[in-house]
T-cell receptor, first 115, second 111 residues
Framework: GEDVEQSLFLSVREGDSSVINCTYT??????LYWYKQEPGAGLQLLTY?????DMKQDQRLTVLLNKKDKHLSLRIADTQTGDSAIYFC???????????????FGQGTTLQVKP | NAGVTQTPKFQVLKTGQSMTLQCAQD?????MSWYRQDPGMGLRLIHY???????DQGEVPNGYNVSRSTTEDFPLRLLSAAPSQTSVYFC??????????FGSGTRLTVV
């Protein structure tokens, strides 16, 4: 079935790197996403990676994709207190003409950044 | 501003009442979805649509109906509200191969 799993909580010190991990089950996923949600707010797209890529870097964010293990990670360099939020991993189900239009989310990882 | 617009932002219902949560997008996106967010459970897919006239069930469809008569609108109807439907509801839209844009959410309380 379709399932996305994340650890629920991560605490780091300001200035350290944060690594948030995610595993997924659908091998036909086209895109994998990372969303950020601050308290009381909606979801903000942080970054995404296409399934034929291994890595994507965008300023302080690095996404690593291991398709064999169906493992996705988000590394935030030089973590700041403003990075404190819930981070969601999500995958699209289906590929190309069989893209179902479904986007399945993990439970979210709460990142706490201590000064 | 272009984007996904959800109304209302807040709503309190009594058990058994019905209501419609509105969602509209002006980006000509083919795909639209409804999610509910509950603490510790992430976002769960209620219903989704890949185009006008086409809808399908997600993970938690019971108690909800949808229709997609136009590309722009995707309303979510609660037929007979129950306390278990107290949640934050998000609407999202995307192109076929693109990232999803989310609305700001509707916070629903059923008493």
């Amino acid at each position: 079935g379709e399932d996305v799993e994340q650890s629920l909580f991560l605490s780091v010190r300001e200035g350290d790197s944060s690594v948030i991990n995610c595993t997924y089950t659908d091998s036909s996923s086209t895109y994998l996403y990372w969303y950020k949600q601050e308290p009381g707010a909606g979801l903000q797209l942080l970054t995404y990676i296409f399934s034929n890529m291994d890595m994507k870097q965008d300023q302080r964010l690095t996404v690593l994709l291991n398709k064999k293990d169906k493992h996705l990670s988000l590394r935030i360099a030089d973590t700041q207190t403003g990075d404190s939020a819930i981070y969601f991993c999500a995958e699209t189900i289906g590929h190309g003409s069989s893209n179902t239009g479904k986007l399945i989310f993990g439970q979210g990882t709460t990142l706490q950044v201590k000064p | 501003n272009a984007g996904v617009t959800q109304t209302p932002k807040f709503q309190v219902l009594k058990t058994g009442q019905s209501m419609t949560l509105q969602c509209a997008q002006d980006m000509n996106h083919e795909y639209m979805s409804w999610y509910r967010q509950d603490p510790g459970m992430g976002l769960r897919l209620i219903h989704y649509s890949v185009g006008a006239g086409i809808t399908d069930q997600g993970e938690v469809p019971n108690g909800y109906n949808v229709s997609r008569s136009t590309t722009e609108d995707f309303p979510l109807r609660l037929l007979s509200a129950a306390p278990s439907q107290t949640s934050v509801y998000f609407c999202a839209s995307s192109y076929r191969q693109g990232s999803y844009t989310f609305g700001s959410g509707t916070r629903l309380t059923v008493v």
